[in-house]
T-cell receptor, first 112, second 112 residues
């Protein structure tokens, strides 16, 4: 079955600094990969998804992620952090005919 | 935003009592899901439905049952609530099993 590992349960960056949230996946077939964001007391919202088209995927709010098959990774980046980016981020993997599996989440703190 | 509502949004109950949570969608999506979210575990799938009266177990289904008598409604029942079921419960919907899931606002359940 597919699985996801998010490295680092907490990441702290300064405003304007690069954001890098790491995600590695395990899948026996070409997967669909997702990044979701959760703001306090809200449900999850889709940031971006990879569905076997372009390996570099652009999402909302200036985020992007690159699918690297050789590294089984799908890291999330943003060149310049904003205070409003503070939230919890979840990586997820989905295979055909299988449940979507979520990582444990990474809480991003942005310092002024 | 996808039209998904959950009720109640907050509930406090006592150990041993039955509890039913409701998820309602206005998007006519085929798939509906119930997850629980706990610190350090991300989201874990409890049950899901792939059509009216068609349901299947997820990763953490023990102690939970579900029903779907209409496309728009998916009910989660805790037959006899336990303190380990204190959690935040999220409903999600999708058109197919592998596609983007859209999440409701969540129900915060406290079992005393």
């Amino acid at each position: 079955a597919q699985s996801v590992t998010q490295l680092g349960s907490h990441v702290s960056v300064s405003e304007g600094a690069l954001v890098l949230l790491r995600c590695n996946y395990s899948s026996s077939v070409p997967p669909y990969l997702f990044w979701y964001v959760q703001y306090p007391n809200q449900g999850l919202q889709l940031l971006l998804k990879y569905t076997s088209a372009a390996t570099l995927v652009k999402g909302i709010n200036g985020f992007e992620a690159e699918f690297k098959k050789s590294e089984t990774s799908f890291h999330l980046t943003k060149p310049s952090a904003h205070m409003s980016d503070a939230a919890e981020y979840f990586c997820a993997v989905s295979e055909a005919n299988n449940d979507m599996r979520f990582g444990a989440g990474t809480r991003l703190t942005v310092k002024p | 935003d996808a039209g998904i509502t959950q009720s109640p949004r907050h509930k406090v109950t006592e150990t041993g009592t039955p509890v039913t949570l409701r998820c309602h969608q206005t998007e006519n999506h085929r798939y509906m899901y119930w997850y629980r979210q706990d610190p350090g575990h991300g989201l874990r799938l409890i049950h899901y439905s792939y059509g009216v009266k068609d349901t299947d177990k997820g990763e953490v289904s023990d102690g939970y049952s579900v029903s779907r008598s209409k496309t728009e409604d998916f009910l989660l029942t805790l037959e006899s609530a336990t303190s380990s079921q204190t959690s935040v419960y999220f409903c999600a919907i999708s058109g197919t099993q592998q596609e983007t899931q859209y999440f409701g606002p969540g129900t915060r359940l406290l079992v005393l």
